[in-house]
């Protein structure tokens, strides 16, 4: 990446060198809660946005411009590239992505082949006129961890547990771990494309993970995931990791491998510090339904917020999870402007 | 109770005394998973059964003749004292609750009315019928938690993480005092008509309260969990504690006052007993998702689970969320005779 990106804020945070002010960032800031995005994506698919450069070039730099976050994410969705590959999933609007076979023996292993840069070319070359646009400003690439696109793949659509998950986990583990292998090798070609056409740091959304004991999540999941992060590792670029509802899980996400551990809302930072490991940034965690509070509320819970990532070797500041579809974008932007007002705490 | 109940090893081990085998029992165990129980309901909505005293009966018993359980549970639903006072609230097949008008401003208050035991009449007469044909088998009463009550009222049905719900205990404290209050009202009158027909048991299905973190647990929700622990405390019957991800909160739901905290699946028992002050059973929490695996699976995981069990001071075999509709009734079947098999460890 250029020297611009590289000593940014975002990217400096990622790597625990000193900043003066917490960057800041909001998953899902790209997207439904924003009149333009509605706007732009009028008439158009979901899946079909993600696969239109020009589209994601716009969804992705309209919170920017917007905001002034301190980084873009790609405007994408985890099922990309597992319909890249060929598979026929969709995302139904108010639902989630549904697939038409989900995976329930040996046999359907063959119809999850390797992923080559040529079936996401509309990825590259969204990011590459992402990075003549954004300039200094980093571009975060993605995917989904290979727990979570399981979710999918076995479940067959959304679920509150992903039930059918989690009994394939335990009672085939031989399908399990040729089923976790295969989406780990799909999601390192993703994301090395990604790097290669111009990211500047990746984040791992593996967004239920959280549904497992940290037991089988060390005996089940994370190998897969320690096998991408080694991967990205080799690329330089910086890596975040993230699931929801992932208190339990804390150290062994950062024992995959990743620079960054994302936190959801319901563990105070203070503590997330004493359940990772050294070595480790820390990201997030306001609760996204506090956006649909006061200001005074929003003020209060996001000065806690900073306060407590001051105990963290080094602090990104971002929502627990994605933002709500009803947040007020006024929130978010004066959110933003909070955030780069208060000065960052001594470097750990 | 009769000397019988009080004798039986399902009470004896929430009042942590010794016992020979771990008690066992089955959330969700009376309803969609059982063939008889399909039979029982066809034709008839969910809550109409739950307010037909013989349909409550069969349904309650169905489980107990078919497993031989150590308890049997009401058959009944959280929203069902909501509706008794008089809110138009519906359970829709295949979705969940579903109620006409959310609660969004001290107006919708004075909807919230007391309940009087003749509002749940039928309550107290499938009650006095249960306690006639169960002998010694001891009842186990049930309400939801105000929290998980207030989920329902506020986002108005099923959520993953009732985002609105959320946004009112941060931005309108003084609303979610008065409704977490007037819901702990309502709670306490359900229970105490339960407990005086006859039920040798109450269990509080706090479902939700995990998707919050402790701290606001602690400020927002506690004091009404505790009132109502601290008048079930007074009818002398033991009380259980349960709500889904709930890691987090495993010290402060035992601090609300029950005799048993209820431990979900992802937190292994041996890391819960830590969690849960002295002087508390726990009960729990073998993945329903196991059940879904091969015997062998199910065998192996549950002894794991009735080991990790010998290290709470009492231990009531359950598991770690209601029984998935898909379960085969035989696994639980074999499930419960294996628990019956094993001898309980020493007295803690």
């Known amino acids: 990446m250029d ?12 790597r625990r060198q000193p900043v003066s002010y917490a960057p800041v960032w909001y998953m899902r800031q790209a997207g439904r809660s924003l009149p333009e995005y509605r706007a732009t994506r009028a008439g158009t698919a979901m899946l079909d946005a993600c696969s239109n450069p020009d589209l994601i070039t716009e969804i ?13 994410i790609l405007f994408s969705d985890i099922v990309v590239p597992l319909r890249a590959v060929g598979l026929d999933i969709d995302i139904r609007p108010g639902v989630g992505p549904v ?4 995976v329930s023996d040996d046999g359907d292993l063959a119809r999850l082949r390797d992923l080559e840069p040529g079936d996401v070319a509309f990825v590259s070359r969204a990011i590459e006129l992402l990075t003549a646009e954004l300039g200094g400003t980093p571009l975060i690439g993605f995917a989904g961890g290979p727990f979570t696109l399981a979710c999918y793949l076995v479940d067959g659509g959304p679920s509150k547990t992903f039930d059918r998950t989690r009994s394939l986990m335990y009672g085939n583990p031989e399908l399990w771990r040729a089923l976790l292998g295969r989406l780990a090798d799909i999601t390192i070609s993703f994301l090395t494309v990604q790097v290669e056409a111009g990211a500047s740091a990746v984040q791992l959304f593996d967004s239920w993970a959280g549904i497992v004991s940290p037991e089988d999540y060390r005996r089940s999941v994370l190998p897969y995931s320690r096998r991408i992060f080694a991967a990205l590792a080799a690329t330089g670029v910086p890596s975040i990791h993230f699931g929801v509802g992932t208190g339990e899980l804390l150290g062994l996400l950062g024992e ?6 994302g936190v959801d809302w319901r563990v105070p930072l203070d503590d997330a510090v004493h359940r990772v490991a050294p070595g480790k940034a820390l990201q997030g965690n306001l609760d996204p339904a506090v956006l649909l509070a006061p200001w005074p509320v929003i003020e209060e819970r996001a000065r806690a917020v900073l306060n407590k990532g001051r105990m963290a070797e080094s602090h990104i500041f971002n929502l627990g999870h994605g933002v709500l579809p009803d947040t007020d974008p006024d929130m978010l932007a004066r959110l933003t402007d909070l955030v780069h007002s208060v000065p960052a705490g001594p470097a750990r």
């Open 60 to 72: 992705t730099l309209q919170p920017v411009r917007r905001y002034g976050v301190d980084a873009a």
């Open 3 to 14: 020297t611009q990106t590289a000593d940014s804020a975002f990217i400096r945070a990622c």
């Open 256 to 261: 995959a491998g990743a620079d960054v551990v």
């Open 99 to 102: 697939i038409d076979k989900p």
